[in-house]
């Protein structure tokens, strides 16, 4: 088991950046606010892949320049060995948390 902490966005981002061979910012939002289900600002999403980085779970690298971006670089981001490893990890341990909660038609009574 790695020593590897993630809050909730540190993981769904993680997992947006493991979906694809490389993706980048808007991407990662787009698909952030149609799996989750709410919009995520721009900052937001590079301040935790920039966590993500310093954890040496995603690595960046810059694109070409393009006209359509006034000759600027789009920064990519893609999941690392231990990314992928962590990411997993989490996985196995979510599931296996959620092997002990009981069937919802055992109610305790309560309902």
Same mark, same amino acid.
């Given at each position: 088991?790695?020593?590897?902490?993630?809050?909730?966005?540190?993981?769904?981002?993680?997992?947006?950046?493991?979906?694809?061979?490389?993706?980048?910012?808007?991407?990662?939002?787009?698909?952030?606010?149609?799996?989750?289900?709410?919009?995520?600002?721009?900052?937001?999403?590079?301040?935790?892949?920039?966590?993500?980085?310093?954890?040496?779970?995603?690595?960046?690298?810059? +694109?070409?320049?393009?006209?359509?971006? +006034? +000759?600027?670089?789009?920064?990519?981001?893609?999941?690392?060995?231990?990314?992928?490893?962590?990411?997993?990890?989490?996985?196995?341990?979510?599931?296996?948390?959620?092997?002990?909660?009981?069937?919802?038609?055992?109610?305790? +009574?309560?309902?």
């Amino acid at each position: 088991m790695s020593d590897y902490s993630l809050g909730t966005l540190e993981e769904t981002i993680l997992i947006i950046v493991l979906m694809k061979e490389e993706s980048y910012g808007v991407e990662i939002a787009k698909v952030y606010e149609s799996h989750v289900g709410q919009s995520i600002s721009l900052p937001a999403i590079h301040v935790v892949l920039k966590r993500l980085e310093k954890k040496g779970l995603v690595k960046s690298a810059f +694109g070409e320049p393009t006209p359509e971006r +006034g +000759g600027k670089r789009k920064k990519f981001y893609q999941g690392t060995p231990i990314g992928y490893k962590v990411a997993k990890e989490m996985q196995e341990r979510r599931s296996k948390m959620w092997s002990f909660v009981p069937n919802p038609s055992t109610n305790y +009574g309560l309902i």
